[in-house]
């Protein structure tokens, strides 16, 4: 090994003074470190002596703050290896001095020095990205005429683009999968090497690569030397970072193949994009790959559509949902809750048009900044025309209840003035973006503007916050969230209006806020309204991706582009800060993920049928429908399944339905006025009498109990 800790050097070194460089003094112990640098030399370069020459020694510092001494040109593999073989079989790069590099990449300088796994962000990229260069090595050995495009690791995986003549069948996924095993087998090195732009430019275009001949041709202008990667016989133009070699890619899936537009350009050429996913662990690739199956069946565009929450028809239009009695009955159920908790913390609720003249749309910017976004009405060709009345179709409320807002005169002692409303907006979302409930063109929020004074800022924002967290507690997604705080890009300003310092003083303001509040935030640059910065509260669908699901966002602008004022105290006219935010986001979007989070099984405050019903045979049926009747009038949402089928096959069904409850119903049950209870997720929990079930499962339903 090429170490020794700072003691053993003393130690062995004392009482030699100070540090010198290895070849100015050379000692015994010195000896010692060539002696053994010379092993590890022979393997890695023919000219030893050359290489010794003007090495130097190196101070690393380990994550843990231990420092340990190295010959220079060691490398990150090595230092891995001298904290534990442990650590180094499962090192995918390393971070030096914050820079990640290949393991293979000689280290010359005095550093701070982090082995990265799988377990980090960047190693797991690494480890995926090289399974691309296998798939691609594999697929050139198969189909050597095959041209490459691009292989990047994505979350959760890779890809890599190939331009092919036939598209890939699922025969040829399972062919791949085969090769790159043989070539995970043969566990070959990644070495890297460097060519001018000229070279890199001769050496892809005499391998026939055209795509890679465009991507240098970019970057040849810089003058800098081009890299590429060689594994065995393939060699592939790229800037890493990558494992040290395929063999430890053990584990590995080809998940599926689409076609993919060159540089997703729908005028260039259609490519053939295969992805999979790799992992350090046998066991870790099988739970991924359960859990992506586990997805697709909780995926609400499936499950929504199987147990009738929603559809859609092509005549009506993409991203225009047809919501069914049970997901409006979800959606009712929610927008009561919403409200009649808004009203109880002050809130008054509005009623405003779906649509304005496009001078509203002007007068708040979203005619300059939104506009692509909206469905405006009429001939596009007069849309500047200021004779014709132009309408468009409102993609939010904030500029109508301003009206509200200055339906009178304000005084300071009228603030904060909340306004909410259950407001159903349109947004020309592209049709490729459309995605079951979760991104339509069509939705009600539970929408909401708060104008204040500055003094009241902070406890209006937390208020907000806090009704939020207990909107989200009440259907049991509260620890499914992060939150961001959406600043907007300096560098960026076309995208927003106002003033730079005005926007950084409101970012400090709302930044103080958050941490006030102790809200582990992530800061995003570019993702504030054009109008002021967010707190986004953000979720995870069942395939991982992030949407906003809860926005509170400080708007320091539009109430003086509306000419909103207040009187204040001394009676000068003063411009409020308004709050834009929402309690439980969109309808339609919350109940799509509450779709995928209980997989259909609605909490039972939730659910659009909380209980059935059932005799066991006919002469039941009387007694079936009073029980029925006793439950409604209880607030209870009961059926009963009168069919003559065999009960196992109505509780079977009931199943299938993910209803909380059953209620068979026989000669006993009838006779002492009971019910055989079967709750969801538990099966029989034996018999009740009527009145005590009812009064169990209102409780339920008003404490929101979730099972
Ligand atoms: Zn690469
Ligand atoms: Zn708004």
Not at 94 to 112: F, H, M
Not at 292 to 303: M, S
Request: net charge neutral.
């Amino acid at each position: 090994m090429l170490f020794f800790s700072r003691g053993e050097a003393e130690r062995s070194r004392a009482p030699a003074p100070a540090r010198k460089s290895l070849f100015t003094s050379a000692k015994k112990s010195d000896i010692i470190i060539i002696k053994q640098m010379r092993s590890v030399y022979k393997r890695k370069y023919h000219n030893l002596k050359g290489m010794v020459i003007g090495m130097r020694e190196i101070k690393v510092t380990l994550k843990n703050g231990e420092v340990r001494y190295f010959t220079g040109g060691v490398t990150g593999a090595d230092i891995a290896k001298s904290i534990g073989m442990g650590l180094y079989k499962a090192a995918c790069l390393c971070a030096v001095n914050g820079q990640t590099r290949d393991l293979r990449t000689p280290v010359t300088e005095d550093c701070d020095f982090a082995v990265l796994t799988f377990q980090d962000a960047e190693g797991a990229k690494a480890f995926r990205h090289t399974a691309s260069h296998i798939l691609a090595q594999a697929v050139k050995r198969l189909y050597p005429e095959a041209k490459l495009a691009i292989g990047p690791a994505i979350e959760n995986g890779f890809y890599y683009d190939f331009d092919v003549e036939k598209p890939f069948t699922q025969e040829d996924l399972a062919l791949i999968e085969a090769e790159m095993k043989k070539i995970v087998k043969e566990d070959l090195p990644l070495e890297r090497f460097e060519l001018s732009p000229e070279e890199a430019l001769a050496y892809v275009r005499q391998q026939g690569e055209a795509y890679k001949a465009e991507l240098i041709e970019e970057h040849a202008g810089k003058g800098e030397p081009i890299s590429f990667f060689r594994q065995g016989e393939f060699t592939d133009l790229c800037a890493g970072p990558h494992l040290p070699s395929a063999g430890r890619v053990k584990a590995f899936a080809l998940t599926s193949v689409t076609g993919a537009y060159w540089r997703g350009d729908a005028t260039k050429k259609m490519l053939q994009r295969i992805y999979g996913t790799a992992f350090p662990k046998k066991e870790e690739l099988a739970a991924y790959l359960a859990a992506v199956e586990e997805a697709k069946k909780r995926d609400h565009n499936k499950l929504g559509r199987e147990l009738e929450y929603f559809t859609t028809v092509d005549v009506i239009g993409q991203g225009l949902p047809i919501l069914l009695p049970k997901g409006t009955k979800v959606i009712q159920l929610l927008q009561r809750f919403v409200e009649d908790e808004e009203e109880k913390r002050g809130y008054l609720l509005t009623k405003t048009p779906l649509l304005a003249k496009r001078e509203l749309y002007k007068i708040s910017g979203h005619w300059d900044h939104y506009r692509d976004g909206m469905f405006v009405l009429g001939d596009p060709a007069k849309y500047e025309e200021p004779a014709e009345e132009i309408f468009a179709l409102r993609p939010m409320t904030c500029p109508f209840q301003f009206q509200a807002y200055l339906a009178r005169l304000r005084s300071y002692r009228d603030l904060p003035l909340r306004y909410s409303e259950t407001s159903t907006l349109f947004r020309n979302e592209a049709s490729g973006e459309m995605h079951g409930l979760i991104r339509v063109r069509q939705f009600t929020i539970s929408e909401g503007h708060l104008a204040c004074r500055p003094d009241q800022l902070k406890e209006e924002f937390a208020h907000c916050l806090e009704l939020a967290k207990y909107m989200l507690g009440a259907i049991g997604l509260l620890e499914d969230v992060s939150f961001r705080f959406s600043l907007w890009d300096a560098n960026d300003r076309a995208k927003y209006i106002g003033d730079p310092a005005e926007w950084e003083t409101v970012q400090n303001t709302m930044r103080g806020i958050l941490d006030e509040l102790e809200i582990d935030y992530a800061e995003e640059l570019g993702e504030a309204a054009f109008y002021g910065p967010k707190l986004d509260i953000q979720i995870k669908n069942v395939h991982g991706k992030e949407d906003t699901l809860i926005t509170i966002q400080i708007d320091f602008q539009l109430a003086e582009r509306f000419g909103m004022v207040y009187i204040d105290a001394e009676g000068q006219k003063k411009t409020p800060y308004v709050i834009h935010r929402t309690s439980i986001g969109c309808y339609e979007r919350t109940l799509a993920l509450l779709i995928e989070k209980y997989a259909g099984a609605m909490p039972l405050w939730l659910a659009p049928e909380q209980l059935r019903v059932l005799p066991i045979t006919e002469r039941h049926h009387e007694a079936a429908l009073a029980l029925e009747k006793q439950l409604k009038a209880a607030g209870l949402r009961a059926s009963t399944d009168l069919r003559s089928e065999k009960i196992g096959y109505k509780i079977r069904e009931a199943q299938m339905e993910k209803l909380p409850y059953m209620l068979l119903l026989g000669d006993q049950e009838a006779e002492n006025g009971t019910v055989s209870v079967r709750r969801r997720g538990e099966g029989d929990i034996g018999s009740q009498a009527v009145a005590e079930f009812i009064q169990m499962a209102q409780e339920q339903a008003r404490e929101k109990v979730i099972f």
